[in-house]
């Protein structure tokens, strides 16, 4: 218990970095899944992915200079899902 308690703060930091890389892709992840497009399980996974993520300094850096991108970076866990959700 006391793990998961000292974790909240980087799961929170990357909870923000995988919504506002899909803001930053033209994606909104709530619509997305009120339409079906994606359900619950899969944000979480997402948000699970973006935790192990060698680069979040840089992911952070990116989205703070460009608020629009056309695509995740290269080293995103989550770029095949945000290229699906972006052509949606």
Same mark, same amino acid.
């Given at each position: 218990m006391e793990r998961a308690m000292t974790d909240m703060p980087n799961f929170r930091r990357h909870a923000a970095l995988?919504?506002?890389?899909? /803001?930053?892709? /033209?994606?909104?992840?709530e619509e997305a899944a009120l339409r079906g497009k994606l359900d619950? #399980?899969?944000?979480? #996974?997402?948000?699970?992915?973006?935790? /192990?993520c060698t680069n979040p #300094?840089?992911?952070q850096g990116v989205l703070a200079t460009k608020p629009q991108l056309e695509q995740a970076p290269g080293y995103c866990r989550n770029r095949d899902l945000m290229h699906r959700l972006a052509a949606d």
């Open positions: 995988v919504d506002e890389m899909a /803001g930053a892709l /033209g994606v909104d992840l619950l #399980d899969e944000i979480s #996974d997402a948000v699970l992915r973006c935790t /192990g #300094d840089h992911c």
